[in-house]
């Protein structure tokens, strides 16, 4: 059978086209393979005893009553791994004057203190999950309950309980960023100064899928293995292999499908030592899966920051600085990423697409009695856009001057890049301007009075709030680009970033067959073994486009190269002669040529090739590194209020994005669907309640709402207008977290303005329907006084 060959006349499959998900019928099927869905022979089953107590002294915990029930084989306490390190903070951020920041150290099960209700102290390990569960119930904890803090303001109180000895007033990190006399002599200046609080409301991740774990332990290799889901293998397994004491080579992590993540399943959890320290023990492999009440306990959290955020402006409405001054909420333990958040991703993604010319942040990062916080999609990209859009708004109404305008006259113009910020990134492309012109027009901006004057006959009140963002992503480095030409025709992706919902193989795939004209459905991918990764950076940050775009693109430039040199042969014409081009190797000036595929198929079938000759047309490389990328939008809410529930409807969304080069517009928008609906979740109902003892309140899906379709708005008018950039080889931006970034002001705006004329300035997530009722109630009861 001939080998499938690249169709020149139509690129149906390639950058830029709408290519449905080939993840997606596997999935729809159920036959996807999630961690809880692996197993094997003779496992035994886990379950983890957590503390009841948000804050405690551990005098004991007695198992012999466990010990003896039906099925249980072992149980291990903090005081069976001593051996092992602890958990690892990978930002080591210097606060104010150079301090260091403080890294308390977090065993996977604590000997001498629980600090958060949810905290594991001990593992079960028994013949099947029930008779885990059963016994798990059975250990006895005695502990001398601590007074609990569980906000920061009480944390750094006067007299407040200390979480850690080495941490006085509960404060890791005081952080400040920026030239603070010039930021205050911008300040003393200015012709008008907002002053805006702003709190942001903690939530609970909530992925579709809960984690889960297989460990086990080979005797004969002296290795580990651990399928737990994951946002990258590659880095995770260091990580893991460095608190294990163990050589890197001596732990392989596999991750499968991974139902859902938004950056939390990116870290190292307390759960997996003390797993595969009983793999090694018990010669078992060790099986555990979350039940969903303990992971509203144990997941890390996401948000939760308070600030006072301030802009200075002069008689024209020319910013002049921002400051933004606020706590940080990090929870019981520093997580593999805590203080990122709210520190220096404040400082760069607050500013915008606007010339601000000065920054300044200052962030009390403190420990309490609540679930360790880390990443939850956009880690800080969300808030300083929220922050700043929210800002404007505030200064437009008491300046007198038309938010359009006056983010209009502080937009950074495409002749003005390469743009210098103050938090030291460079803007290389785009035209904010211009598409913010388009967004307005989009979103029908001057037809929207007759839309009020409707929604008022029905008793409704309408409003509508911009959201313009820029995101800074992280920067694409060490990722691995591999292509496997396989024994059965097919080629096989290896790339070290990590699909958890997003469609990397299909934009992958994509990206491949437009670079060497491989046949579409010929491609395979790899990314969840980290035994066959030689560099991986995961997914996080918006970067995964450009950081495995990139290197398949460079490994695709090291198949031509060998391909020359095999195709010269196969042809019997020069190296220097051969050209490449639409997936077929072809001798310049000639119509002879051989295509990719057909050279491959000849490799399979023994070619005999010189020694000086490549073998084969597999190639291995590591993409470096490149810049961060800027992605850039506007988006536009509309949303109704009854006044007489409170109740918000967003019955209006349209989004205009810069995302440079798009690789498949379909999944594109499907990223954006979902981003702005978790930031209306966030905006309109998510919020993480403890009561005084630390005990969580929204504990459950009865208690912590969660947004469902019909929160969603009618119709999402979605419209790209790229500008590819420049910082790296396929010219995109990244989008997997830009949702956020727009929906959070363009939501929170909207209801604001909706309630304006009744005199209310401002109000903080979730807007739910009894804030909402109780703060017209007492807009309209300060006026009648």
């Known amino acids: 059978m001939a080998a499938q060959e690249f169709d020149p006349s139509h690129l149906k499959f390639g950058i830029g086209q709408p290519v449905p998900r080939q993840e997606d019928p596997v999935l729809v099927r ?147 960023y920026g030239d603070s006399d010039r930021v205050a002599k911008a300040f003393a200046k200015a012709a008008h100064v907002v002053r805006l609080p702003i709190h942001n409301n903690r939530v609970v991740v909530n992925p579709l899928e809960p984690r889960s774990a297989l460990a086990s332990y ?173 800002l404007i708004d505030v200064a437009a109404a008491e300046m007198g001057i038309d938010r359009v305008e006056l983010r209009r006259r502080n937009m950074v113009t495409p002749e003005e890049l390469p743009w210098t910020t103050p938090a030291a990134t460079t ?102 073994d980290s035994d066959q990764l030689i560099a991986g950076g995961g997914t996080g940050g918006s970067k995964s486009i450009m950081a495995s775009g990139a290197a398949i693109l460079e490994a695709g430039d090291l198949v031509i190269e060998k391909g020359k040199q095999i195709a010269s042969f196969v042809l019997e014409a020069g190296v220097g002669d051969i050209e490449f081009g639409n997936g077929r190797f072809s001798i310049a000036g000639t119509d002879r040529g051989i295509g990719i595929m057909e050279l491959a198929a000849k490799l399979r079938g023994g070619l005999k090739l010189p020694p000086d000759v490549p073998q084969t047309l597999s190639v291995e490389t590591i993409f470096k590194h490149a ?37 498949n517009p379909l999944l594109v928008e499907g990223q954006l669907h979902g981003g702005v609906l978790q930031g209306i979740g966030q905006a309109l109902m998510e919020d993480t309640v403890y009561d005084e003892e630390g005990q969580l309140v929204a504990g459950s899906f009865m208690d912590y709402a969660m947004p469902r379709a019909d929160h969603a708005p009618p119709l999402f008018t979605f419209e790209s207008r790229p500008v590819p950039t420049k910082n790296n080889p396929l010219g995109a931006k990244g989008c997997g977290e830009a949702g956020c970034a727009g929906s959070l002001p363009s939501v929170m705006n909207a209801i604001v303005d909706a309630m304006a004329a009744h005199g209310v300035r401002h109000v903080d997530m979730p807007a739910t329907p009894l804030k909402i009722w109780q703060t017209l109630h007492d807009a309209q009861r300060m006026a009648a006084e």
């Open 30 to 176: 159920g036959e996807g393979r999630y961690t809880d869905d692996v197993n094997a022979d003779g496992q035994l089953y886990a379950h983890f005893v957590r503390s009841p107590y948000a804050h405690g002294v551990i005098r004991s915990i007695k198992t012999d009553d466990a010990r003896a029930m039906p099925g249980v084989v072992a149980i291990y306490t903090g005081h069976d791994l001593g051996q092992y390190g602890t958990l690892k903070c990978v930002f080591d951020i210097p606060g104010r004057n150079g301090s260091k920041m403080l890294m308390p150290k977090r065993p996977s099960l604590p000997t001498d203190k629980v600090r958060f209700v949810g905290d594991p102290v001990a593992i079960v390990v028994a013949k099947t999950k029930e008779q885990a569960r059963d016994a798990a119930e059975a250990v006895a904890l005695e502990i001398d309950a601590l007074p609990a803090v569980t906000t920061v303001a009480a944390a750094t109180a006067a007299g407040a309980p200390h979480l850690y000895d080495d941490a006085p007033g509960n404060v890791i990190l005081d952080y400040q």
């Open 218 to 390: 080979d005797k004969k290799t002296k290795r580990f293995t651990l399928n737990a889901p994951s946002q990258g293998v590659f880095g995770k397994r260091n990580l893991l292999a460095e608190i294990l004491g163990v050589p890197k080579e001596d732990v392989r992590l596999v991750t499968g499908h991974v139902g859902g993540s938004f950056g939390m399943k990116g870290s190292i959890f307390p759960e997996y030592v003390p797993l595969l320290h009983a793999a090694r023990e018990l010669g078992k492999p060790i099986k555990w899966t979350d039940v969903r009440s303990d992971s509203f306990v144990s997941d890390h959290h996401g948000r939760d920051m308070d600030v006072v955020a301030e802009l200075a402006l002069d008689r024209r409405g020319k910013f002049l600085a921002t400051r933004f001054t606020g706590t940080a909420n990090i929870g019981a333990y520093l997580s593999q990423v805590a203080p990122l958040m709210t520190t220096l991703n404040i400082a760069k993604n607050s500013i915008g697409m606007y010339r601000t010319p000065l920054v300044e942040v200052n962030t009390l990062l403190a420990v309490t009695n609540t679930v360790p916080v880390a990443a939850y999609r956009g880690a800080g990209r969300p808030e300083g856009n929220y922050y700043m859009e929210r």
């Open 427 to 528: 803007y290389d492309s785009g035209d904010f301007p211009g598409l913010f012109a388009r967004a307005l027009e989009a979103a029908d901006w001057k037809g929207f009075p007759a839309r009020k004057r409707d929604s008022a006959k029905r008793g409704k009140l309408r409003g509508r709030g911009i959201g313009c963002y820029l995101e800074v992503t992280a920067a694409p480095a060490s990722e691995m680009g591999g292509l496997r030409f396989n024994d059965d025709g097919t080629v096989t992706i290896v790339t070290g970033t990590l699909d958890y919902g997003q469609g990397h193989w299909s934009a992958f795939a994509q990206v491949l067959h437009q670079k060497l004209g491989i046949p579409f459905g010929s491609i395979k991918l790899v990314q969840g």
């Open 627 to 663: 810049p961060s990328a800027y992605p850039n939008g506007c988006h536009i809410a509309e949303v109704e209020i009854d006044p007489q529930t409170g109740r918000i409807a967003v019955v209006s969304y349209v989004m205009v994005n810069d995302f440079g080069t798009v690789v």
